[in-house]
Every structure is written in structure tokens, then in C-alpha cells.
């Protein structure tokens, strides 16, 4: 039974990613090294924080006494994430093509690196236990909201580069950039403080990543009209 809940995971994680390669058209393409290779800028980009944050940022005294949080350093090492934008803007720059296949080939490498790294290893020695935990099929749906915000960020970051982009909308995409980094810093300090469980966590996740994604939407759909490019 356990080997069917690890099966069912496994699927709910990687289906996902593999269906918006092969729909999207980057199959078509040959984007897979592309991909691959956005993988290895995603890899890089999270040893660099790793080693800026152990450096500049190191667990506060109530880490360290198991006391909580520090609130104040959380969002601190939060503002390290802000190295993912210039990772993305690297492998945006990197790919020839239209806006919606620089922007899914990077979400596509950057989101299936983050999913093989954090998810693989639990799921392998966890999924596969002798008990049947409901954390893991959480933690497969979390991964398919990941890869929606992967897409939006990816988009974020090349409507940012584009200088036909209109002034007024350039603020929206800032804050939308923004948003993207500290959400879940913010999600983890204001939910959790105020006990919601899981469940109800991963559906406010799912609302407001799609309430960033449609906007994001918008603003693109906008520009590529403007400028021809669908």
C-alpha cells in the first residue's frame, strides 16, 4: 500500500511539470537542454545563499535556544532570495526565442531543479514508510503551486527587462517581484502565529500565487499584444 502512496506522489509531482513541456511546445523545440541548463543556474544560485547566509546571517539567540523565530532575521534572510531574480534574469538572457519560451523553459528548469532537490529525498524515505502520511501529498500539491509561481516570477522578471513595458505598469511589476520573494516568509510569520492548520495554509497559498499569476497574466498578455509576440 505504501508503494501506491509513493507512486501517487511521485506522479503528482513530476506529471505536472511534464505535461506543461510537452503542451507548451517546448518539447518541439528541443528546449530540454535549455531546461537542463536552468536547472544548473538554479543549483548555483542556491549554493550562493546558502553561503551568504551562513555568512552574514548566522541563527539567532532564539534559534539557537530553540525559544522561536526571530522575526526581524527571518525576513532578513528572506531578502536573500532576491539572488533567484538576477539567477532568472541570467537564464532569461540565455534563451533565444519568443517571451513565452524563454519564460517557460526557464520556469520549467528552475521549477524541476527546486522539485528533484526538495522532494525527491522525502518522498523516496518518507512516501515509501510504513505509514501513510497525508504531509507528503501536501507537499506534492505545494510543488504544483511552486511551479505556478516559477511561471509568474519568470514572467515578472521579463516583463522587468523589456523597455517597451508602459511606465505606469512598471510599479505593479516591481511590487508583483516583490511579492513573489517575501511571500512566504509572510505566509510562514502570519499564518502559523495564528494557527491555521496545513490544509488551510496550502489553500491560501493556492489562492493568492493564482491571484498574482492572473495579474501577471494580464500585463503580459498586454504586452505581447502590443508588441506582436504571442
Not at 511589476?173 to 516568509?185: E, Q, R, T
Amino acid at each position: 500500500m505504501t508503494f501506491y502512496h509513493f507512486v501517487n506522489c511521485v506522479a503528482l509531482v513530476y506529471v505536472p511539470y511534464h505535461f506543461t513541456y510537452k503542451l507548451s511546445g517546448l518539447s518541439e523545440y528541443g528546449a530540454f537542454w535549455k531546461c537542463f541548463q536552468a536547472a544548473q543556474h538554479y543549483v548555483f544560485t542556491q549554493l550562493v545563499k546558502m553561503i551568504v547566509v551562513a555568512t552574514f546571517f548566522p541563527e539567532s539567540e532564539l534559534e539557537v535556544k530553540g525559544d522561536g523565530n526571530d522575526a526581524f532575521s527571518e525576513w532578513l534572510k528572506a531578502s536573500v532570495d532576491l539572488a533567484d531574480l538576477a539567477g532568472l534574469y541570467l537564464v532569461l538572457a540565455k534563451i533565444p526565442g519568443k517571451g513565452h519560451n524563454k519564460i517557460l523553459t526557464a520556469a520549467v528548469g528552475w521549477g524541476g531543479a527546486e522539485m528533484i532537490l526538495s522532494h525527491v529525498y522525502s518522498l523516496w524515505f518518507g512516501a515509501r514508510g510504513a505509514e501513510f502520511d497525508w504531509k507528503y501529498i501536501q507537499g506534492c500539491l505545494d510543488s504544483n503551486i511552486s511551479l505556478v509561481q516559477h511561471i509568474s516570477t519568470a514572467a515578472l522578471v521579463w516583463l522587468w527587462s523589456r523597455h517597451d513595458l508602459k511606465k505606469t505598469l512598471m510599479p505593479i511589476v516591481y511590487f508583483l517581484l516583490l511579492a513573489a520573494i517575501f511571500k512566504p516568509v509572510l505566509f510562514n510569520t502570519l499564518l502559523v502565529s495564528m494557527g491555521y492548520g496545513p490544509w488551510l495554509r496550502l489553500a491560501l497559498k493556492a489562492v493568492t500565487t493564482g491571484a498574482l499569476g492572473l495579474v501577471t497574466l494580464y500585463i503580459y498578455s498586454g504586452l505581447a499584444k502590443a508588441i506582436g509576440v504571442y
